[in-house]
Every structure is written in structure tokens, then in C-alpha cells.
């Protein structure tokens, strides 16, 4: 199947660290997909990514497409206590209606 | 604010209950989804619904039942459910579940289900 490996599984840090999450994947996507949800609310697109090798910047985020469509990473710098959540990698699933598949998430906390 | 909105927020449901979860979106998306997310877990895939159509269940136990009156809508309808099923179900829709779609997915806020 198509699966998402992410790490790492939590993350504890301090306000004004930078931070950095990774998924990888034995599929090639064609899309890959960041999200964050926050406690008792769905998911939150932060960044889609379409090409290889893509970079791609939201505010103080930044992900990147592997070049071999297999991986990308999600950084954010300077970080705020509001960064608290977890954060999901997302490929769509060709067999399953291109439905997404998600990574198992990165658990961020943020100590003032 | 998503543009997806869900109803109820919560849920509290005996196991001979029969209820629903809705689901409305405006943006002219033609796919919409049911996931289901147990804590600490990443959201599961249970149904797509493309043009109206079923177009996958994940092998979904019956007592589940979708149904999408028309391209805005999507209801999933609650039977005989069990204490296991307590979750938080996540509508997602999308700009129309095929090929040729960016697979950017629009989720609500959620409902969350407790069944006793």
C-alpha cells in the first residue's frame, strides 16, 4: 500500500526554535499534502506541493517535494506558542479514490 | 472559518440509537469524504462519494451508512452502533475525487461521537 512514514513522532520545544518534520514513503506521489490540526478541530491545509524538488514557503513555513517524489520535510522557524499541534504528511491514494492517505502525524508542543 | 461545515458538533448515542452526522459545503466541490479519527491516530478513510456517486468504502461496517443528496450535501447515517465507534468523523471535500484532481481536501471542523 501507499504508506506514509513521518517523524519524527513528537517534538517538545522552545519558543523561537526552529523546527523540522519529515515523511517518506516506499509509493512515488504526485502530490504531497502538510497539515495541521489543533485539538477537537479537523485538519488545516498549510502548504500543497506538486513538483519534484519543489520548495514551497508559507509564512514561516517551508516544505519541500523530494526529488524522487518519495519524501519531503515541513520547517518552521522561530516558533510560537499557536505552532502547538499535530502535523500530518498527506499523499493522495490512487486506489482509493485519490482519497488522501496520512502520515501517522508529528506531535509539536512549545514551551513559552 | 472552513468552509466545510459539519453538524452536529457532538454526540451522544446509546447503541440502539438510530442518528446523523451531516456534512455542507459551498465551494463546488463534486467529491466528499467520511473519515473517522480515533485519538492520538490519523484520520481513516471510511467513504468518497464523487459526483454524487459512492465511489470507495473502505470496507466500512453497515451500520454506517452514507448518502449524499446532492453535491452540497453528505450524511452519514448512525445504527446500531458500538462503544468502539466513539471517534471524531471528519467531512473533507475536494474539487472532484478524480485523476485530474489536485488532491487538496477541505476538511470540517468534525463531530464527535460518543456511543454508550
Same mark, same amino acid.
Given at each position: 500500500g501507499q504508506q506514509l512514514n513521518q517523524s519524527p513522532q513528537s517534538m517538545?520545544?522552545?519558543?523561537?526554535?526552529?523546527?523540522?518534520?519529515?515523511?517518506t514513503s516506499s509509493?512515488?506521489?504526485?502530490?504531497?499534502?502538510?497539515y495541521k490540526q489543533d485539538p477537537g478541530e479537523g485538519p488545516v491545509l498549510l502548504i500543497a506541493l506538486y513538483k519534484a524538488g519543489e520548495l514551497t514557503s508559507n509564512g514561516r513555513l517551508t516544505a519541500q517535494?523530494?526529488?524522487t517524489r518519495k519524501d519531503s520535510f515541513l520547517n518552521i522557524s522561530a516558533s510560537i506558542p499557536s505552532d502547538v499541534g499535530i502535523y500530518f504528511c498527506a499523499g493522495p491514494n490512487s486506489n482509493s479514490g485519490y482519497a488522501l492517505n496520512f502520515g501517522k502525524g508529528t506531535s509539536l508542543l512549545v514551551t513559552p | 472559518d472552513t468552509e466545510v461545515t459539519q453538524t452536529p458538533k457532538h454526540l451522544v448515542m446509546g447503541m440502539t440509537n438510530k442518528k446523523s452526522l451531516k456534512c455542507e459545503q459551498h465551494m463546488g466541490h463534486r467529491a466528499m469524504y467520511w473519515y473517522k479519527q480515533k485519538a492520538k491516530k490519523p484520520p481513516? $478513510?471510511?467513504?468518497?462519494? @464523487?459526483?454524487?456517486? +459512492?465511489?470507495i468504502n473502505e470496507s466500512v461496517p453497515s451500520r454506517f451508512s452514507p448518502e449524499c443528496p446532492n453535491s452540497s450535501l453528505l450524511n452519514l447515517h448512525l445504527h446500531? $452502533?458500538?462503544?468502539?465507534? @466513539?471517534?471524531?468523523? +471528519?467531512c473533507a471535500s475536494s474539487r472532484d475525487g478524480?485523476?485530474?484532481?489536485?488532491?487538496?481536501l477541505f476538511f470540517g471542523e468534525g463531530s464527535r461521537l460518543t456511543v454508550l
Open positions: 517538545f520545544i522552545q519558543e523561537g526554535e526552529d523546527v523540522s518534520m519529515n515523511c509509493s512515488i506521489f504526485n502530490t504531497w499534502l502538510w517535494f523530494g526529488i | 481513516e $478513510l471510511m467513504f468518497v462519494y @464523487s459526483y454524487e456517486k +459512492l465511489s446500531a $452502533l458500538q462503544p468502539e465507534d @466513539s471517534a471524531l468523523y +471528519l478524480t485523476g485530474e484532481d489536485t488532491g487538496e
